[in-house]
């Protein structure tokens, strides 16, 4: 089994492949993840700026929940009744836009007196 000294085709990094696989038109990059990046940029539509928006949405989003907001009211565990997600006092649907703000010692939903 031969190997071949090349760069890879997303990173740049130096790495030995296989040259059955090169053959074939594998091995063009270092690893799984290096070619699942390769992939995601040649689709149609790859934005790099919605990507990196996304990847700070994935940060907060899996962000560990604060002690001050997990104490207080028996409901808090991170998340409303609705499923809102809470960070910062601030409870985040799942496009991490704001709906209202938790107050751990209150046992009214905010909406209450609205009449859905």
């Known amino acids: 089994m031969s190997k071949t000294r090349r760069n890879c085709d997303?990173?740049?990094k130096a790495y030995l492949a296989d040259n059955r696989n090169l053959r074939r038109g594998w091995g063009l990059t270092c690893s799984k993840s290096c070619a699942a990046?390769?992939?995601?940029?040649?689709?149609?539509g790859y934005c790099p700026k919605r990507v990196a928006a996304n990847n700070v949405r994935r940060e907060i989003w899996n962000a560990p929940i604060e002690p001050s907001?997990?104490?207080g009211a028996g409901r808090f565990g991170g998340y409303t009744s609705e499923g809102y997600r809470i960070f910062g006092g601030v409870a985040y649907n799942e496009w991490d836009e704001p709906v209202?703000?938790?107050?751990?010692?209150?046992?009214?939903?905010?909406?209450?007196?609205?009449n859905f």
């Open 10 to 12: 997303n990173c740049g």
């Open 69 to 71: 907001v997990v104490g």
């Open 100 to 114: 209202y703000n938790v107050d751990p010692y209150e046992d009214t939903h905010p909406h209450d007196g609205d």
């Open 37 to 44: 990046s390769k992939r995601e940029k040649s689709k149609p």
